[in-house]
């Protein structure tokens, strides 16, 4: 089902060029004066990668000597800012005639229908209707225009006029008004026109914001041994572990060998810390030699007391005395009667030589130390400019219909982007550029579309979870420096009924470079900080400290305001990659086959010329043969000119765009409607137990076929070891036989001479040739392996 719309328009999965209308381009009018435009070269701007959007902008500061209702001796104000059909209010204060908001409102220059701007002053009211104190009017022709970098422009007082506005009234109102861009700086903080339906908390979850992830640390228990260690039950010694947890992360050492009051493990419990530190490591040792679990001591020990280590230098070790299980319950009397406690040794530390792992080495977007100290100065700039979306699918339903309240999160390092929700609308633009400092080139930033679903009273109430809509990738090793790309990219969604192309995402990006030496050295240096390999954690323990690494990130950033939710951050960070998938497995295998795709053609040329199918080639691979015999020295400085020359001609066929999300290599387009069904399943499996036992038998026989292939492979090594092993007498005797005697015979010929005759052997026409196998192939193939002593 999920192939048909990919076989029909295959050019809908493509990356496609895109001209935007990038830079400034300014109106002439208010305090500047004129007509005509300021081109965007005249200086450079820090919003050079998105097209510019024009807003009108209104400050409203504060208001002051407002007059009190006569009826409730009071005055409730608010202020209410109206341009056309568009309404933003301020909160309103109660008893005051002097209010301070200090809000900014921003209306959109392209849906604006009115030459008129007003600015309402009134008096809330709970039971009637609002009391009128006053208006400003603004003639939209004569509204200046700010341009940055100028200054903010100030707030003036303005008087208050009557309703038909051929007077004025008591009170004034502090308000700056002018038109300017998605560059100004009141624009992230501005009520938008553009989310006017949206009221309550869900204002905060419309508005772009910029967040940090968590500065993580990798937290090393080294459990060395326990002293004094006692059973409840005196007849017998005790056999403990310790368990350690942090949070929610719980880890546990082995269980001692021996039953002995004084047990050693020296063993390394390694768990995610992020700072600020919240947490407290919590250590208790139990003791397992009676029938049930004992908890013999406990203690709490809080993170800021332990040392932050740089590099692989041993950390000094200390006893701590552990409060024995039970013993806050003790009166004063029978306290003092608990002269000795169990001790414990261990060495704890910080880890600041990591780089802790929350996402895949595979797209790795940092690289960095934990500790500061380590960095690095940045090597260049990556600027993103994200334009807008096109085509979206409906995500929810409002009022009957489909709608999409869209917003985009980019990720790179430890900064994360999220631009504003554009609300009902299928198009939305969001022309908003961001910043990052690039330490690695060998590294993958990440951008990812989604419908927001926590509006308030829109949509769907604020409940669910914001669904995704596409994501895209993008190396910074695959860009030209300094160049300015702009492509529309295709959002690729997989769900359980298939492939589907939600939209597209528009971008403009610039990758820039301040050091070029230091890019180039950087090719020379590990990809992670040296303690991985000084001294590495294990495969299982990676996996382990990803995945609670990937949950700290997500229950941080979920208590920023707005949260980034965190189906969001786990959709970005691809937790889900390590879960089996029938369509990777098959991707990942034509990736195999794609790699060796070389090699076979190498081989299967090299067959043609032994064979002599093109007497010319064959003629010619002799005569380049014979030269290089005749002269070694030659063959190195030949490879290299060989591969020198096919990067040379390479070089004109080169990628002009950066690779996107590839559906074919995916293996998207051709998967089974049941192979979806099975990768979407949840873990553990949620279907009935016939499917899961179908999918098991299936996974049984695909594995099966692994197994083989795996047992030939072990047995070609068998017989290589069985050659000297004596395993069978009389092949063994052979082979030591023929080794002497081509021994003797390599020392007394010359070994160009040799080389020449295995050549010309190989080479040889195949009227020479017998379709039987070669004696050496016979010798080999009957070896003995050790697949007849299986069971």
Known sequence: MGSKPAAANPDDYKLKDTKPQLGERWPHGGIRGGGGWISSDRVTSTYDLVEQMYYLYVRVEKARDLPINPLTASCDPYVEVKLGNYKGKTQHFEKRTYAEWKQVFAFSKEKIQSTVLEVYVKDKDMIARDDYLGKVVFDMNEVPTRVPPDSPLAPQWYRLEDRKGDRKVKGEVMLAVWMGTQADEAFSEAWHSDAATV????????????????????????????????????????????????????????????????????EDLVFVAAEPFEEQLVLTLENKATSKEEIVGRIVLPLTAFEKRLDHRTVHSKWYNLEQFGFAMLEGGQRMELKFSTRIHLRVCLEGGYHVLDESTMYISDQRPTARQLWKKPIGILEIGILSAQGLQGMKTKDGKKTTDAYCVAKYGQKWVRTRTILESFNPKWNEQYTWEVYDPCTVVSLGVFDNSHLGGNGNGGSGKDLRIGKIRIRLSTLETDRIYTHSYPLLVLQPSGLKKTGELQLAFRFTCLSLANMIYLYSQPLLPKMHYQHPLTISQLDTLRYQAMNIVAIRLGRAEPPLRREVVEYMLDVDSHMWSMRR???????????????????????????????????????????????????????????????????????????????????????????????FDS???????????????????????????????????????????????????????????????????????????????????????????????????????????ML
């Open 199 to 266: 009221h309550g908390e869900g204002v905060f979850s419309v508005r772009s914001k910029v967040y940090v992830s968590p500065k993580l640390w990798y937290l090393r228990v080294n459990v060395i041994e326990a002293h004094d260690v006692e059973s409840a039950d005196k007849s017998q010694l005790p056999q403990v572990f310790v368990k350690a947890q942090l949070g929610n992360q719980i880890l546990k050492t082995k269980l001692s060998p021996t039953k002995t009051t004084n047990p050693m493990w020296n």
């Open 585 to 679: 497995s098959k991707a990942n295998f034509f990736r195999i086959v794609s790699v060796f795709t070389g090699v076979i053609s190498m081989s299967k040329w090299l067959g043609d010329v032994s064979n002599w199918k093109n007497p010319v080639t064959t003629l010619l691979v002799h005569v380049l043969f014979f030269i290089l015999v005749c002269f070694p020295e030659l063959i190195l400085p030949t490879g290299f000119l060989y591969m020198f020359l096919i990067g040379v001609w390479n070089y004109r066929f080169r990628p002009r765009h950066p690779p996107h999300m590839d559906t074919k290599l995916s293996w998207a387009e051709a998967v089974q409607p049941d192979e979806l069904d099975e990768e």
């Open 683 to 789: 873990f553990p499996s949620s279907k009935p137990q016939d499917v899961t036992k179908m999918r098991y038998d299936r996974l049984r026989s695909v594995a099966g076929r692994i197994q083989t292939v795996v047992g030939d492979i072990a047995t070609q090594g068998e017989r290589f070891q069985a050659l000297l092993s004596w395993r069978d007498p009389r092949a063994s005797c052979l082979f030591v036989v023929l080794c002497l005697v081509v021994a003797v015979a390599l020392y007394v010929t010359p070994f160009k001479l040799v080389v020449l005759g295995m050549g010309l052997f190989l080479l040889r026409h195949p009227r020479f040739r017998s379709k039987m196998p070669s004696a050496p192939s016979n010798f080999f193939r009957r070896l003995p392996a050790r697949a007849d002593s």
